[in-house]
């Protein structure tokens, strides 16, 4: 972790702060115990909960992805943030103000650029809203009105208008005191080839994009004069990235935690009609499939996801491109498609919202969607079952949960007609090939167990440290997976300042040691008082044992080489040496 403010900012957030209470607020945790706390993990697909937090301790762990840390870790691993961000977040629930000063340079130039692009987006949204108003019965207002628009809809949306015009935008936000180098940074003026600017978004419809703290961060608009692209986004910039963002996810978050359902549309217009119609828990995607990137703001929110789709070809392949991503999630995940030549705009304007809502609650689990789909177009003849084994593999190797894939497995059989068994042995060699969660990923690699015991040691019984190093224990541990978490404490041990496992987790760049430490810190229970003492001897003894071990060892090697050169002189002596090194061992 960057030191980017003072450690006792740090310390004092974390102490104001209530890990359970915190992470409360994304997914439903159960007491166990005083001080413990476990729910279903939101990093992974599973019915029975692994995930733990602690609440006096301020670690969580999930012993069945191996996810764990600190409630830094979890909000950075949630909302796929940095550390200065999730800190930022923490301090505003703490009531602590972070004092500017204390952040590096570089990165006070960059948060008060984000800063400054953000209320220069929002003076952007005002202004277009402004001109939506202006234009009365011409292009803007008139238009979403003709699509069922009314002033409700419009304002919470925030819906605006770009006139016609080269430099309406970019001569009004310098009247604002922006620089052109701002706007420009901001996305909202394109550099002529002569070295001018003008503005990207003219003569269309403009829907703000807001993020989760309802800050705006880019424009999307749609054209109304036919110039292409029809629908034109705001290109990335540093606080905008469409492939992390979801139209209409402010309006819609309040109705989530009501109905544990979201609905995931296409476009600005297909999001607008579902909420003309009533259909409120909805957002859009920003001209890109859904990807992983915008599942952390929907964790913990909701427990259904229905994908609609246009009722076209593209919209099947759209479905198949999602399932990879959803097949492990935590979400039920439903695909609904609409009739061909439909979508939700169209359909809704001749259907009813009535028509709209049985599709969507009939809307099949996603594996079940493409299974359908695959029987049905490349039917039930030998070809046609050997070719929806093929398509399906892909599919079945992306999910990790056993239980899961064996149920997709017979389901799967079943509808093919193909015995259960003959289906798993031909797909066999897929396996395990899917690397987004590895089971057991704390565990690091070249461990020893006598080193897990010491690492559990030194992190639950601190006043074990000293003892560890006056043993001599530097020289005789490795350096991978407990070896490296073990260093990190003697490097940053003293007899002054006492030792923070919450300080090591933090420091760790390993995400697999960070969540072991957590995981060693969880299971503090399993290492009872009356058996520290005996572990605390026992692996003095392996540290004693591996001290004397290692000179042999090369002694050995040495002999090995002797002989090799038929030295003899050089030979006897080693021997010798070796015999005196057995008798010590032995005492």
């Known amino acids: 972790m960057p030191q980017i403010f003072d450690r006792d900012i740090v310390e004092d957030i974390r102490a104001r702060i209530n890990i359970g209470s915190v992470i409360s607020e994304y997914i ?86 984000r800063k400054r692009l953000f209320a220069l987006n929002h003076e952007a949204m005002i202004y277009f ?41 970019i001569i009004y936000l310098k009247k604002k005191g922006y620089t052109t ?32 703290d309802n800050q705006v961060t880019g424009f999307g608009g749609r054209s109304l004069d036919g110039q292409e692209p029809k629908y034109l986004n705001s290109p990335q910039t540093p606080v905008f990235n469409k492939s992390r963002q979801l139209y209409g996810f402010p309006q819609a978050s309040s109705v989530f935690h009501k109905v544990k359902k979201a609905i995931i549309a296409e476009g600005y217009f297909d999001l607008i009609a579902l909420n003309i119609a009533g259909i409120d828990c909805a957002v859009a995607t920003l001209g890109t499939a859904l990807t992983k990137a915008h599942l952390p703001l929907l964790r913990g929110r909701v ?62 689990l996603i594996f079940d969607f493409c299974l359908e789909n695959l029987i049905s177009k490349n039917s039930r003849s030998m070809e046609g079952k050997l070719k929806s084994v093929e398509e399906l593999k892909p599919l079945l190797t ?108 933090e420091a760790l760049q390993d995400d697999n040691l960070k969540a072991c430490v957590s995981r060693l810190i969880i299971e503090e229970n399993l290492l009872p008082s009356e058996y520290r003492q005996l572990i605390l001897s026992d692996t003095l003894n392996y540290l004693k044992k591996k001290g004397r071990k290692e000179p042999l060892e090369k002694l050995q090697m040495a002999i090995e080489e002797a002989e090799a050169q038929n030295d003899i002189s050089v030979l006897m002596k080693l021997l010798l040496k070796k015999q005196s090194l057995q008798k010590e061992n032995i005492m």
Request: hydrophobic share 35%.
């Open 28 to 113: 439903p945790l159960k007491q166990y115990g005083s001080n413990n706390l476990k729910g279903l993990c939101p990093f992974h697909q599973e019915k029975t909960p692994s995930f733990n937090v602690n609440i006096s301790k301020q670690i969580f762990y999930c012993f069945g992805c191996g996810t764990g840390g600190d409630i830094f870790s979890f909000l950075m691993r949630y909302h796929s943030i940095n550390f200065p961000e999730a800190l930022e977040m923490l301090a505003k629930k703490a009531g602590v103000t972070l004092p500017e000063k204390k952040m590096s340079p570089a990165l006070f130039l960059q948060a008060n650029k």
């Open 398 to 505: 992306y999910i990790t949960d056993p239980v899961r894939k064996d149920t997709f497995l017979q389901k799967a059989a079943f509808r093919l007609g193909i015995q259960y068994h003959i289906l798993k042995e031909s797909i066999k060699s897929s396996y395990n090939r899917n690397d987004n969660i590895k089971t057991n990923a704390s565990l690091p690699s070249c461990l020893t167990r006598e080193e897990e015991y010491i690492a559990r040691m030194m992190l639950v019984e601190p006043a074990t440290i000293k003892t560890y190093i006056e043993a001599g224990l530097i020289d005789k541990i490795s350096n991978t997976g407990y070896g490296k978490i073990i260093h990190w404490i003697i490097d940053n041990y003293s007899d002054d300042t006492g030792f923070s496992f919450l300080q090591c987790v």
């Open 303 to 364: 427990e259904t996801l229905v994908i609609l789709f246009d009722g076209d070809e593209a919209g099947i392949k759209a479905a198949f491109r999602t399932a990879p991503i959803l097949i492990n999630e935590s979400f039920e995940s439903r695909v609904a498609v609409l009739p061909q030549g439909h979508d939700p705009d169209s359909f809704l304007s001749s259907e009813g919202h009535h028509a709209l809502e049985i599709i969507i609650d009939n809307a099949p």
């Open 181 to 212: 180098a701002e706007i420009s940074d901001a996305g909202l003026i394109v550099q002529r080839n002569d070295g001018g600017y003008y503005d990207r978004f003219r003569g269309r419809i403009i829907f703000p994009i807001l993020d989760r």
């Open 129 to 169: 809203q402004e001109q939506l108003q202006k234009s009365g019965k011409q292009k803007g207002l008139e238009y979403l009105k003709k699509r069922g628009l009314g002033s409700e809809i419009i304002d919470k949306f925030f819906i605006g208008y770009a006139p016609d015009g080269w430099e309406n935008l």
